[in-house]
């Protein structure tokens, strides 16, 4: 299975900041086929389920805020929040789909300062 | 509105057995595969399971392999997860999650939409 790492496990930003989350896979998950990064970024607040943020690496999902993106290739993806609102004080997971034993993560929780 | 329902959790023992079920609505569900994803309290999400949209094809995490059954009745909208043989090491809130592709992998892709969960206890 392609293991999933985050960093940092936890971060604290102020109010308006920017906060960046990094996920690193053991192996590539892009797809010289297609030209995509089988990569999806998730925020869970406490108590919900997790939500879908981004897919294929830098693809917003339908009503998320602009500030959320995505970016990298290959072994090496960020999330970046770009002015941080107390709203998005979560738990961030990446997830790998390019192989089958679809891993996750071990999530970056993100706090105000 | 997508809505998937989750029901089935509850408390066993262990060597116990417990059957989860996942009623969906919204969406054209033999069109998609769908998953099980569990999360132990305090800890990660970990991906259990999938089959896909025709039920012909299943998979499953080495930790569940042998122990745990996927199952879908497309007539009936909904997605079973059969646990047998449960472990102290299988309590976590247990996720059904839609696929976010609708011609994708049978084995899963990434997750649009995901349930409220159900809560598994295994314990004696």
């Known amino acids: 299975d392609i293991v999933m790492t985050q960093s940092p496990d936890s971060l604290a930003v102020s109010l308006g900041e920017r906060a960046t989350i990094n996920c690193k896979s053991s192996?590539?998950?892009?797809?010289?086929?297609?030209?995509?990064?089988?990569l999806a970024w998730y925020q869970q607040k406490p108590g919900q389920p997790p939500k879908l943020l981004i897919h294929?690496?830098?693809t917003r999902e339908s009503g998320v805020p602009d500030r959320f993106s995505g970016s990298g290739s290959g072994t090496d993806f960020t999330l970046t929040i770009n002015s941080l609102q107390a709203e998005d004080v979560a738990v961030y997971y990446c997830?790998?789909?390019?192989?089958?034993?679809?891993?996750f993560g071990g999530g970056t929780k993100v706090a105000i300062k | 509105e997508v809505q998937l329902l989750e029901t089935g959790g509850g408390l066993s023992r262990p060597g116990g057995s417990l059957r989860l079920s996942c009623a969906a609505s919204?969406?054209?569900?033999?069109?998609?595969?769908m998953s099980w994803v569990r999360q132990a309290p305090g800890k990660g999400l970990e991906w259990v399971s999938a089959?896909?949209?025709?039920?012909?094809?299943?998979y499953y995490a080495d930790s569940v392999k042998g122990r745990f059954t996927i199952s879908r009745d497309n007539s009936k909208n909904t997605l079973y997860l059969q646990m047998n043989s449960l472990r102290a090491d299988d309590t976590a809130v247990y996720y059904c999650?839609?696929?976010?592709?609708?011609?994708?992998?049978?084995?899963?892709?990434?997750?649009?939409?995901w349930g409220q969960g159900t809560l598994v206890t295994v314990s004696s």
């Open positions: 089959i896909s949209g025709s039920g012909s094809h299943t």
């Open positions: 997830q790998q789909y390019y192989t089958s034993g679809l891993t």
């Open positions: 294929w690496a830098s």
């Open positions: 192996q590539s998950v892009f797809s010289s086929s297609n030209n995509k990064n089988y």
């Open positions: 999650a839609k696929d976010g592709l609708f011609t994708g992998h049978d084995r899963g892709d990434y997750f649009d939409y």
């Open positions: 919204g969406f054209t569900f033999s069109n998609y595969a």
